[in-house]
């Protein structure tokens, strides 16, 4: 059969009723099957005999839409909590004469941490201090940041973090044991686009072992993870299954 595309892949946690997951708009996928071997030698270049060791199970996905759900199945195991705590990048500017030089961020009720106000014109960064003095300096306290008069009526990205509590999740991130892993099942298909048959890949038991997150200037960020395979209590890593008879 031929096969086209980066195919689907779906992750099922194991537990007694699991929910299986779409990994998410899969861009690549891998297993990979890899051997030791024993060569042996005599007076000659070549090998006489060749003698297969332990053989390692390994794979990869890299996906564009990735989920809490997924993130937490196969690697962190935390918990999931309804909200989230998001970052605002902020217009604001600051008041003109007579003053106060004050600015009350739009999520004020829900501020939780400041992270640096910015000249929206340079880029430049203020300066946080105690007690404002002088320009390019602010203070802040629960989402109400406090400038000087040099600076009034200039235009500012006022940068902070808030809590939504009524949009998306966290995972909060435990500190695990050593010891206790999370495994998944692992289902992944691709179509031969040439008569829409569907290979199957099917893989009993997964451990997620790295997963990396990037971004790129004028790109999707494609997070990346990788997995090692093991068998099951039939001793078998799984199956694949081909729709031709040849």
């Known amino acids: 059969m031929y096969m086209f595309g980066s195919g689907v892949m779906t992750i099922t946690p194991a537990g007694a009723t699991p929910t299986p997951i779409n990994i998410g708009l ?3 996928g891998q297993i ?12 000659y270049r070549d090998p006489l005999a060749i003698g297969a060791g332990t053989r390692k199970w390994t794979g990869k996905a890299k996906v564009a839409r990735f ?5 937490n199945a196969i ?7 309804p909200g989230m705590t998001t970052t605002a990048y902020e217009a604001q500017s600051i008041p003109a004469t007579p003053g106060p030089y004050t600015v009350t961020v739009t999520n004020s009720a829900h501020y939780t941490a400041d992270l640096g106000v910015i000249y929206a014109a340079t880029g430049l960064p203020f300066k946080r201090v105690t007690t404002v003095s002088a320009a390019g300096e602010y203070s802040v306290s629960t989402g109400v940041y406090t400038f000087d008069a040099a600076d009034e009526g200039v235009p500012v990205i006022i940068n902070y973090n808030w809590t ?5 999740q966290s995972i909060v991130i435990p500190q695990a044991l050593i010891g206790p892993t999370l495994t998944f099942g692992i289902n992944f298909t691709g179509v031969d686009p040439t008569n829409n048959n569907v290979f199957t890949g099917q893989f009993w038991n997964a451990v997620c072992t790295d997963f990396d997150f990037s971004t790129k200037l004028e790109d999707f960020s494609m997070p990346d993870f990788q997995f090692s395979l093991f068998v099951n209590a039939a001793g078998s890593i799984g199956t694949y299954n081909f729709p031709d008879l040849f």
Do not use: D
């Open 26 to 28: 899969l861009q690549e």
């Open 32 to 43: 990979t099957a890899k051997s030791t071997v024993k060569e042996l030698f005599g007076q």
């Open 67 to 71: 989920s809490a759900n997924v993130l």
């Open 75 to 81: 690697y962190f195991g935390g918990t999931l909590a």
């Open 164 to 168: 939504n509590s009524t949009s998306g």
